[in-house]
């Protein structure tokens, strides 16, 4: 038995797919106490019984689509209006962008992707240090993942067998705490970096929320909805998606029809190859 | 006669990865339509298909397989892969070798077993909404697994061929 999972380790080590890995470890189980292996077939098409999944494809997609809109850098001039005037503001905009960014296309992790090509040349330029900057782009991008609608958080739900509304609530306060304390210690590194913080103006806050209208509301309508108990999880996830869908490709046309299958493919691949882990994943929760 | 063959292989090839995109873009706008559709129709008119909510979760079934094996195609199912990366190049590829035979072989067992599932479900005549024969939905899980396991196979005996021939770092 042990020298089975030391051998799983290594493959795992080794690079063998996480799902081909647990799949080994729940059918070895399974073999071992004498259960029919067809019980596979039951276990993976348990993932048809879980009706909060929905989220998962729906909160991906809407991801992935926003971020190849222009709502990262409208998110970015956003933050920048209401902390620019900071010292080490452009950290702390990064920061409030990048949780913001994560929580609401529900921590797929394509805020690096989305916001780190904008920030990092910004902080470059700002004369933050090489290292501060990919340390702080690299963890500001899982910043949102202990807020609404995170799907790691659904998904360790799932497969814990936890409340995923009990999850939510509890994530508020250390992702709060996670928070706050990047922001003082990019503060406390930055202290002496006081290159021309920029005047704070009330016209540049109302032009840049203004120039993000159509995003405004999504978070508020999310985190709102699922937080007041308006909405279940996969509902609030289909309303993005569509909602997303229609800003981006029929009202502010930053994303063309064209361009949509292969964005919707993409995003399918990485559902894809979660979903398949929490399969196996459920399998071997009973083997 | 080989280069037919190997003719053939390519555009069963191009033809797999057509329907394997396609059906994901169907998926995944069929469940944004029909999961919208049940709210507003919830919401606002107090009404509601009831094979919708079942429906959407065989559709995000499907989902998964589907992107899967799409995951599969370019080697891009989510792995650790700290360790391989430490090899000298040779040793890399018989690593490879390892991994993506025990993968294949763990893909068709998964496969076969999960067919056999099917199998009794169409015997037993399980029922899907209301009166549709669940195997048929079923059965993207053993064809998944299996198309899945064969993608491996073939990445496998490219990389031992390249321990074989004592190739460089494979891609």
């Avoid at chain 1, 030391?6 to 081909?20: H, M």
């Avoid at chain 1, 330029?125 to 990919?134: C, I, P, R, T």
């Avoid at chain 1, 995170?150 to 360790?156: A, E, F, M, T």
């Avoid at chain 2, 061929?161 to 891609?171: E, Q």
Wanted: hydrophobic share 60%; glycine share 8%.
């Amino acid at each position: 038995m042990i020298i089975v999972s030391l051998l799983l380790v290594l493959l795992a080590l080794l690079g063998a797919p996480l799902f081909a890995i647990i799949a080994a470890s729940a059918m070895w189980g399974f073999a071992n106490t004498d259960v029919d292996l067809s019980v596979m077939g039951i276990e993976i098409f348990g993932l048809a019984e879980v009706p909060i999944l929905l989220a998962i494809p729906l909160f991906t997609f809407a991801g992935y689509l926003i971020s190849e809109s222009g709502a990262p850098r409208r998110l970015v001039r956003i933050s920048n209006a209401l902390l620019g005037w900071l010292p080490g503001g452009l950290a702390m905009i990064s920061l409030a962008a990048c949780a913001l960014f994560t929580a609401f296309t529900g921590a797929s992790g394509v805020t690096i992707i989305a916001l780190g090509a904008l920030l990092y040349p910004a902080l470059k330029e700002a004369g933050y240090k090489e290292s501060f900057n990919l340390g702080l782009v690299t963890s500001a991008g899982s910043l949102g993942l202990l807020f609404a609608p995170s799907l790691p958080l659904i998904l360790y739900g799932v497969v814990a067998e936890v409340s995923i509304d009990s999850l939510f609530l509890g994530g508020i306060l250390p992702g709060t705490l996670m928070v706050v304390m990047l922001a003082a210690y990019s503060f406390w590194v930055n202290r002496h970096n006081r290159a021309e913080p920029g005047k704070f103006s009330w016209k540049e806050v109302r032009d840049s929320l203004w120039e993000a209208k159509w995003e405004v509301p999504l978070p508020i309508v999310v985190l709102g909805g699922i937080y007041g108990g308006v909405f279940a999880v996969s509902e609030a996830a289909a309303v993005t998606a569509l909602y997303v869908l229609i800003i981006d490709v029929l009202i502010m046309r930053e994303v063309s029809l064209k361009q949509l299958p292969r964005i919707m493919q993409e995003s399918m691949v990485l559902v894809g190859g979660i979903l398949i882990i929490l399969g196996v994943s459920m399998a071997s929760m009973d083997s | 006669m080989v280069e037919q063959q190997a003719g053939i292989i390519a555009r069963l090839d191009r033809l797999g990865r057509l329907v394997e995109n396609s059906m994901l873009v169907v998926l995944l706008t069929s469940m944004i339509l029909l999961a919208s559709s049940q709210i507003i129709l919830r919401n606002f008119f107090d009404s509601g298909f009831v094979w919708a909510d079942e429906l959407l979760r065989i559709l995000l079934l499907w989902t998964a397989m589907f992107g899967a094996v799409a995951a599969s195609r370019e080697n891009r199912q989510i792995a650790i892969d700290v360790l391989s990366r430490f090899l000298p190049g040779r040793w890399k590829n018989l690593a490879m070798t390892l991994v993506q035979f025990f993968t294949a072989a763990v893909s068709g067992l998964i496969a076969w077993h999960s067919y056999r599932f099917v199998n009794d479900s169409r015997m037993f005549e399980d029922l899907l909404m209301g009166d549709w024969p669940a195997w048929v939905f079923q059965s993207v899980i053993p064809l998944g697994f299996a198309m899945i396991a064969y993608r491996y196979l073939v990445f496998g005996l490219a990389s031992a061929w390249k321990v074989i021939r004592g190739k460089g770092v494979a891609a």
